[in-house]
């Protein structure tokens, strides 16, 4: 069985962050292990507090699960501050990572900033250039290239801005645009396009760190950038699709839809 190991923060509420991604390794038939990094206090209303986690707590998680265990992939979510990004990025490079996909969580659908404004540059400097894709959404992608993002052409814009960062891929996604969701990959030469219909629902709790987690699964089984790309989005339209409602907002995305 491969090995899946998700960096990110906890949700209370279990729609995103570590519980996403762990049941997104379930789903996809992986062994999902976890450092976490910050603990929230959120439901599907929104994001009420945070509490970090010591880096001294987080690199032995890291150093502890690479001693004993060969890791397959690695999916990192929420990183909220400079000297938890730095930790991380130090502690990795002691080992080796194949599949590193990275989600630079930054501000949640409330408006909560999950990532301190002053570590931006930390995860630019640090992470992203260690990474095999990074996965940003508009917000995410404006935030991280300091330019306005509208269009088609805005997009690649941005996912060619990123790429000079270090990353070996960059996938922007587009469910912000108006119309059809597009996502677009670019390797720094070709850019490729993945359509998918737009799902009428309010139910998107923690479709980032899914789809995250699902294109680091689908790398750890050995499957190329594309071909994880491509599985990883059929199963967040279906996860979407086939969401909650449950409680008083934006409910959760259906992690296991494949099994009932």
Do not use: W
Request: proline content about 3%.
């Amino acid at each position: 069985m491969k090995k899946l190991l998700t960096i990110a923060g906890s949700d209370s509420c279990g729609g995103a962050g570590i519980q996403a991604d762990l049941k997104t390794f379930s789903a996809h038939e992986v062994f999902g292990m976890s450092v976490i990094t910050a603990v929230t206090a959120q439901n599907t209303e929104g994001v009420f507090a945070v509490q970090d986690i010591s880096t001294d707590i987080i690199k032995k998680q890291i150093e502890v699960i690479f001693e004993d265990i060969s890791v397959d992939a690695v999916k990192i979510g929420m990183v909220s501050k400079t000297e938890t990004i730095i930790t991380i990025a130090e502690t990795l490079s002691k080992y080796k990572v194949e599949n590193l996909v990275i989600d630079p969580v930054m501000v949640s659908k409330s408006g909560y900033h999950l990532l301190q404004l002053e570590a931006k540059e930390a995860l630019i400097k640090n992470l992203i250039p260690m990474a095999t894709v990074v996965t940003p959404n508009l917000p995410e992608a404006e935030v991280i290239t300091e330019f306005k993002i509208e269009t088609i052409e805005d997009m690649k814009k941005a996912a060619k801005e990123i790429h000079k960062m270090g990353p070996k891929y960059v996938l922007i996604k587009g469910g912000h645009l108006e119309g059809e969701a597009i996502d677009i990959l670019y390797d720094g030469k070709e850019f490729i396009y993945y359509n998918s219909p737009r799902i009428n629902t309010k139910n998107t709790h923690g479709t980032g760190c899914t789809l995250s987690s699902a294109i680091a699964s689908n790398l750890g089984k050995g499957l190329s950038i594309t071909k994880s790309i491509e599985n990883a989005k059929k199963y967040i339209t279906t996860a979407i699709e086939k969401s909650f409602s449950i409680g008083k907002g934006v409910g959760p995305v259906h992690h296991f839809h494949n099994f009932y």
